[in-house]
């Protein structure tokens, strides 16, 4: 059911927020399976900034990362603020997160408040904000998703009013963090138990072959059937990438017709899928089929990073589940899908930018000057996420 409130501010109750940080590194192996692994270097690094403002990026491959974050922030010792998806905010659990600090943000649409809010927040003196700029879940563990302007574009604003004042521009800290989940124990039965479902579900009964083929085998069936309850026809001129293209195209036009929507074309697809279910949420959308078409988009969002080549490329157990589990989502329709096994969740974090060498290039150009951050922070996300994939073994 639809809230009648727009907004949920954050109403942080530290002695509440530092009780339960203090109990996170029990509870998460417990409830959630996974544990916190950050360097001792990282958390001095980030201590020596304790008077600065920070602004924290964060990656965002899987549905657990504000539960891992929580556990980063109790790590370094510091209280968050972050940024959550409205929905999120319902009854006794809403109130809890809230308390925790977070508050909330309405996707795909303007939403001023949260935006006044974050803008708010960065004025503060040691203000701690945590964004993921990606914009929603990626279900990529080992791939970075295009980041949003508004995560470089708010704090620069926040350096150019502050350079209006007397006396000497405080320092805002941006700073890149990288988030890998790594299985803690050998896969391959896991990996065999979910291909021999997703078989089974599919009424695959040939199953000769490695497990890569038997997962390519699952995919196009899955594929074909999308496909086909779509009223596309084969077409046998396209690869697997073109396929995908297309059905993601046919079907956000589809949803976006349903609701009396049109989106410019060149509008990333998640943008699209976050307006929707935005009016969705609110019950602003004008359709009696609500329903099948929020499913619709959280099909199009599980697929909208899929890709050929995504487990060839490096074929890890965390890239095969990956994949795996999104087929699961579609198959079983089921929107959040349980952790496979115990991980532990890698933060690397990379080095801090300081806005206030980049507040004069703001005042210039407005627009290049955010481009270049939000790409250069991007860059530096995957690249640590790259080295945490290379350093598999010794992790």
Same mark, same amino acid.
């Given at each position: 059911?639809?809230?009648?409130?727009?907004?949920?501010?954050?109403?942080?109750?530290?002695?509440?927020?530092?009780?339960?940080?203090?109990?996170?590194?029990?509870?998460?192996?417990?409830?959630?399976?996974?544990?916190?692994?950050?360097?001792?270097?990282?958390?001095?690094?980030?201590?020596?900034?304790?008077?600065?403002?920070?602004?924290?990026?964060?990656?965002?491959?899987?549905?657990?990362?504000?539960?891992?974050?929580?556990?980063?922030?109790?790590?370094?010792?510091?209280?968050?603020?972050?940024?959550?998806?409205?929905?999120?905010?319902?009854?006794?659990?809403?109130?809890?997160? @809230? !308390? /925790? #600090?977070?508050?909330?943000?309405?996707?795909?649409?303007?939403? *001023?408040?949260?935006?006044?809010? $974050?803008?708010? &927040?960065?004025?503060?003196?040691?203000?701690?904000?945590?964004?993921?700029?990606?914009?929603?879940?990626?279900?990529?563990?080992?791939?970075?998703?295009?980041?949003?302007?508004?995560?470089?574009?708010?704090?620069?604003?926040?350096?150019?009013?502050?350079?209006?004042?007397?006396?000497?521009?405080?320092?805002?800290?941006?700073?890149?963090?990288?988030?890998?989940?790594?299985?803690?124990?050998?896969?391959?039965?896991?990996?065999?138990?979910?291909?021999?479902?997703?078989? @089974? !579900? /599919? #009424?695959?009964?040939?199953?000769?072959?490695?497990?890569?083929? *038997?997962?390519?085998?699952?995919? $196009?069936?899955? &594929?074909?059937?999308?496909?086909?309850?779509?009223?596309?026809?084969?077409?046998?001129?396209?690869?697997?990438?073109?396929?995908?293209?297309?059905?993601?195209?046919?079907?956000?036009?589809?949803?976006?017709?349903?609701?009396?929507?049109?989106?410019?074309?060149?509008?990333?697809?998640?943008?699209?899928?976050?307006?929707?279910?935005?009016?969705?949420?609110?019950?602003?959308?004008?359709?009696?089929?609500?329903?099948?078409?929020?499913?619709?988009?959280?099909?199009?969002?599980?697929?909208?990073?899929?890709?050929?080549?995504?487990?060839?490329?490096?074929?890890?157990?965390?890239?095969?589940?990956?994949?795996?589990?999104?087929?699961?989502?579609?198959?079983?329709?089921?929107?959040?899908?349980?952790?496979?096994?115990?991980?532990?969740?890698?933060?690397?974090?990379?080095?801090?930018?300081?806005?206030?060498?980049?507040?004069?290039?703001?005042?210039?150009?407005?627009?290049?000057?955010?481009?270049?951050?939000?790409?250069?922070?991007?860059?530096?996300?995957?690249?640590?996420?790259?080295?945490?994939?290379?350093?598999?073994?010794?992790?």
């Amino acid at each position: 059911m639809t809230s009648s409130v727009d907004f949920f501010p954050p109403q942080q109750q530290p002695l509440l927020t530092r009780f339960v940080q203090s109990t996170c590194f029990f509870l998460m192996p417990q409830l959630y399976r996974f544990q916190v692994s950050v360097s001792d270097e990282d958390v001095a690094q980030l201590r020596s900034l304790d008077d600065a403002r920070l602004v924290y990026l964060f990656n965002h491959p899987t549905m657990e990362d504000g539960i891992a974050v929580f556990g980063f922030s109790a790590r370094v010792g510091q209280l968050f603020n972050y940024i959550v998806a409205r929905e999120s905010f319902k009854g006794l659990l809403g109130k809890f997160i @809230q !308390a /925790l #600090g977070c508050y909330s943000i309405r996707r795909g649409v303007g939403d *001023r408040a949260s935006i006044a809010e $974050t803008l708010k &927040l960065l004025k503060a003196p040691k203000c701690r904000v945590v964004i993921f700029p990606e914009g929603g879940c990626s279900y990529q563990n080992d791939v970075v998703q295009p980041f949003r302007s508004g995560a470089i574009q708010m704090p620069l604003q926040v350096m150019a009013q502050l350079a209006k004042k007397a006396g000497p521009l405080p320092d805002l800290y941006v700073v890149p963090v990288s988030l890998k989940y790594r299985y803690t124990k050998p896969m391959g039965r896991v990996i065999e138990r979910t291909l021999a479902g997703l078989e @089974q !579900a /599919l #009424g695959i009964t040939e199953t000769a072959g490695d497990k890569y083929e *038997r997962l390519i085998a699952i995919a $196009t069936r899955v &594929l074909t059937r999308i496909e086909t309850e779509y009223g596309l026809s084969t077409a046998p001129d396209l690869d697997w990438n073109q396929r995908i293209d297309r059905l993601r195209q046919h079907v956000i036009d589809r949803c976006e017709k349903e609701l009396g929507l049109c989106s410019p074309p060149q509008n990333p697809l998640r943008e699209r899928v976050y307006k929707i279910q935005a009016l969705l949420d609110a019950g602003e959308a004008q359709t009696d089929n609500s329903e099948a078409v929020y499913w619709t988009t959280v099909r199009l969002l599980n697929f909208e990073a899929i890709y050929d080549g995504y487990v060839a490329e490096h074929p890890t157990p965390e890239r095969f589940l990956d994949t795996l589990m999104r087929l699961e989502r579609e198959v079983y329709e089921i929107e959040h899908i349980k952790p496979k096994a115990d991980r532990r969740a890698y933060f690397k974090v990379g080095q801090p930018v300081n806005l206030k060498a980049y507040v004069a290039d703001f005042r210039k150009d407005k627009t290049g000057t955010v481009e270049q951050l939000t790409q250069a922070l991007r860059t530096e996300v995957q690249t640590n996420l790259n080295h945490l994939a290379a350093a598999r073994q010794s992790l």
